[in-house]
């Protein structure tokens, strides 16, 4: 079992960052592929970001060259930072865990946190 708990989210004005962290229970963090998804009001939750076990990475389009996801499984933690924010980033961003490799479906991630809300203002 793995528990996930999101912090970082807030409001900030466009152009500005937030990083978001999810902190992770369990020993076998190491093992799993970490994602961020986000969802909109009224819209599908959506990818933004997966890194694999090993520190391979993926991001959406929309968000390549603003966003950088990364982790530190000494502190079972995984983290987007985001540059460059747009008001079209806004969103609940939620952090989930995979014991496979990285996907970008959301219906593979065994494991979901609660979520941060992010509100970028134009």
């Known amino acids: 079992q793995v528990q996930l708990v999101e912090s970082g989210g807030g409001l900030v004005q466009a152009g500005g960052s937030l990083r978001l962290s999810c902190a992770a229970s369990?020993?076998?963090?190491?093992?799993?592929?970490m994602g961020w998804f986000r969802q909109a009001p009224g819209k599908a939750r959506e990818f933004v970001s997966a890194?694999?076990?090993?520190?391979?990475?993926q991001y959406t389009d929309s968000v390549k060259g603003r966003f950088t996801i990364s982790r530190d499984n000494a502190k079972n933690t995984v983290y987007l930072q985001m540059n460059s924010l747009k008001p079209e980033d806004t969103a609940v961003y939620y952090c989930?865990?995979?014991?496979?490799?990285?996907?970008?479906?959301?219906?593979?991630?065994?494991?979901w946190g609660q979520g941060t809300q992010v509100t970028v203002s134009s």
């Open positions: 989930a865990a995979r014991s496979k490799g990285r996907s970008i479906i959301a219906t593979e991630y065994e494991y």
């Open positions: 369990g020993r076998t963090f190491s093992s799993y592929a």
């Open positions: 890194i694999s076990w090993g520190g391979g990475t």
